[in-house]
């Protein structure tokens, strides 16, 4: 799944060699048999970001964003809620600009997607996610990260 604003739709190609690059290593790699951390993806300048965590219900969860990457967030077991709205307009609460990480109040309105075992979802750096939110009671999620340079 991937969407964004209209007037954003030609800025990016989101069918560019480094997108279906990382989705390729998705498709091929075993991932179950990684462990957790950052994993250089071959021929490439993306990585990978395994993780393995427990869910949280959405009032411990936070928004965040990335100015100079897009987050391909993969399911690989479990599944999550994820939040989504545009950054514009939300007021940054924490600044991690050395990780390319920034953190947000809590935005009036927002959106969410149920990410389940096999789905991925692209965010650009113009919106904010909220990963790890528990679709019902916390569960164990393993996840991939792959970052791609904007």
């Known amino acids: 799944m991937l969407s964004c604003n209209v007037k954003l739709a030609g800025k990016y190609s989101y069918l ?34 395994v993780q393995t965590y427990t869910s949280k219900p959405a009032k411990e969860c936070r928004f965040e964003s990335h100015h100079e990457h897009f987050d391909i967030q993969y399911v690989a077991e479990g599944r999550e809620y994820f939040g989504v709205c545009p950054v514009n307009g939300l007021k940054v609460t924490e600044a991690h600009p050395e990780r390319d990480t920034y953190f947000y109040d809590e935005p009036e309105t927002s959106g969410c997607v149920l990410l389940n075992q096999g789905d991925f979802i692209i965010v650009i750096p113009e919106e904010a996610h909220m990963p790890k939110c528990a679709v019902k009671d916390p569960e164990r999620v393993r996840k991939v990260v792959i970052k791609v340079k904007a």
């Open 16 to 49: 560019a060699p480094k997108f279906m690059a990382g989705l390729k290593w998705l498709s091929e790699t075993d991932i179950a048999s990684l462990p957790d951390g950052k994993h250089p993806i071959p021929d490439t300048e993306l990585f990978a970001d």
